[in-house]
C-alpha cells in the first residue's frame, strides 16, 4: 500500500475493565495504543489465576510493540507477539499440568486501512453511518452449534455451553489466528470487547450506544447497562473513533 496515496487518519479511544459483579478476580486485559494504532482485548482463562497471568503476558507481549509507518510491518511484529505468547502459554500449561489460556481480539489501523486479528470469541464491531456491523466471529462451540443449525442465534448467550471457546492463545501448540483487513473512513466507531458484555447487552444497545457524543461516553453507557444487570463475568470494552 502506498502512504502517500491513501487517506490519513488519527483515532481517538478509551478502554476500561471491571471485574463484574460476581467474580473476584478479573482475568480480562487491555490494551490501548492509539500512538501505535494498536488495541486489543484478552479474556483469560484458567484456575488458580491463570487465566489473569495469560491475558496479562498477552497484553504485556503487544504493549512492547513499537510504532511502524507501515501497516504490513505492524501486522506482522502482532502476528508473531501473539504466536510467542501463544507458545509461552502452552509450555507453561505443560509445565503445571494446568489449562492456561486466553482469547485475543486486536485492531490495528493505518495507512487508511484496519487489520483486525482474534481467536476466541472476543470481538470486534464496527459502526459505520449509523449501522453496526459485527466484524468477527467467535470460535466457540455455540458459534458452532448456530452455524449448523442446532439453536437460535438469538438463545446462544443462554446457551449452557456460552464460554467454551474452540481456539484461543496458549490452548494448543499451533496456534492459527483468523485475519481480515478493510478501508478507514471518517466517522467509523469500533469496539472491542470481551464476551462479559455480550452476555448483558443487545446488538441494537451496542449500535445505540456507539452513537454517543466520545467513544469515553460510548464505554461508559456500555459498561454501565452491564453492571446494572448483573455482570456475571468480567468486562473488557475499547472504543475507538475514526477521524
Same mark, same amino acid.
Given at each position: 500500500?502506498?502512504?502517500?496515496?491513501?487517506?490519513?487518519?488519527?483515532?481517538?479511544?478509551?478502554?476500561?475493565?471491571?471485574? *463484574?459483579?460476581? +467474580?473476584?478476580?478479573?482475568? @480480562?486485559?487491555?490494551? @490501548?495504543? /492509539?500512538?501505535? *494504532?494498536?488495541?486489543?482485548?484478552? &479474556? *483469560?482463562?484458567?484456575?488458580?489465576?491463570? *487465566?489473569?497471568?495469560?491475558?496479562?503476558?498477552?497484553?504485556?507481549?503487544?504493549?512492547?510493540?513499537?510504532?511502524?509507518?507501515?501497516?504490513?510491518?505492524? #501486522?506482522?511484529?502482532?502476528?508473531?507477539?501473539?504466536?510467542?505468547?501463544?507458545? +509461552?502459554?502452552? @509450555?507453561?500449561?505443560?509445565?503445571?499440568?494446568?489449562?492456561?489460556?486466553?482469547?485475543? #481480539?486486536?485492531?490495528?489501523?493505518?495507512?487508511?486501512?484496519? #487489520?483486525?486479528?482474534?481467536?476466541? @470469541?472476543?470481538?470486534?464491531? =464496527?459502526? +459505520?453511518?449509523?449501522?453496526?456491523?459485527?466484524?468477527?466471529?467467535?470460535?466457540?462451540?455455540?458459534?458452532?452449534?448456530?452455524?449448523?443449525?442446532?439453536? +437460535?442465534?438469538? &438463545?446462544?448467550?443462554?446457551?449452557?455451553?456460552?464460554?467454551?471457546?474452540?481456539?484461543?492463545?496458549?490452548?494448543?501448540?499451533?496456534?492459527?489466528?483468523?485475519?481480515?483487513?478493510?478501508?478507514?473512513?471518517?466517522?467509523? =466507531?469500533?469496539?472491542?470487547?470481551? &464476551?462479559?458484555?455480550?452476555?448483558?447487552?443487545?446488538?441494537? %444497545?451496542?449500535?445505540?450506544?456507539?452513537?454517543? /457524543?466520545?467513544? %469515553?461516553?460510548?464505554?461508559?453507557?456500555?459498561?454501565?447497562?452491564?453492571?446494572?444487570?448483573?455482570?456475571?463475568?468480567?468486562?473488557?470494552?475499547?472504543?475507538?473513533? #475514526?477521524?
Amino acid at each position: 500500500m502506498n502512504s502517500h496515496s491513501e487517506p490519513q487518519f488519527s483515532w481517538r479511544s478509551y478502554a476500561v475493565s471491571h471485574v *463484574g459483579k460476581v +467474580r473476584k478476580l478479573n482475568e @480480562d486485559a487491555c490494551l @490501548d495504543r /492509539p500512538e501505535v *494504532g494498536l488495541w486489543a482485548i484478552a &479474556d *483469560g482463562m484458567g484456575g488458580h489465576s491463570a *487465566g489473569d497471568l495469560a491475558s496479562q503476558l498477552v497484553i504485556n507481549v503487544l504493549s512492547k510493540i513499537k510504532p511502524h509507518a507501515e501497516l504490513s510491518s505492524l #501486522v506482522d511484529f502482532v502476528e508473531h507477539g501473539i504466536i510467542s505468547a501463544n507458545t +509461552r502459554l502452552f @509450555d507453561l500449561a505443560a509445565a503445571s499440568n494446568q489449562t492456561i489460556g486466553s482469547t485475543v #481480539v486486536t485492531l490495528l489501523c493505518a495507512q487508511g486501512h484496519c #487489520v483486525y486479528m482474534w481467536a476466541g @470469541d472476543s470481538r470486534l464491531y =464496527r459502526l +459505520r453511518g449509523g449501522r453496526l456491523q459485527q466484524l468477527t466471529t467467535d470460535h466457540s462451540q455455540v458459534e458452532l452449534y448456530v452455524q449448523q443449525g442446532l439453536i +437460535r442465534r438469538e &438463545d446462544a448467550s443462554a446457551h449452557p455451553a456460552g464460554n467454551l471457546v474452540t481456539r484461543a492463545v496458549g490452548a494448543s501448540g499451533e496456534l492459527h489466528l483468523d485475519l481480515d483487513i478493510g478501508r478507514l473512513a471518517a466517522g467509523d =466507531r469500533f469496539l472491542l470487547c470481551s &464476551d462479559g458484555l455480550i452476555r448483558h447487552v443487545t446488538f441494537e %444497545e451496542i449500535e445505540s450506544s456507539l452513537g454517543e /457524543p466520545s467513544a %469515553e461516553l460510548a464505554a461508559e453507557r456500555l459498561l454501565g447497562m452491564t453492571l446494572s444487570r448483573g455482570a456475571v463475568d468480567n468486562v473488557s470494552i475499547c472504543v475507538v473513533e #475514526v477521524v
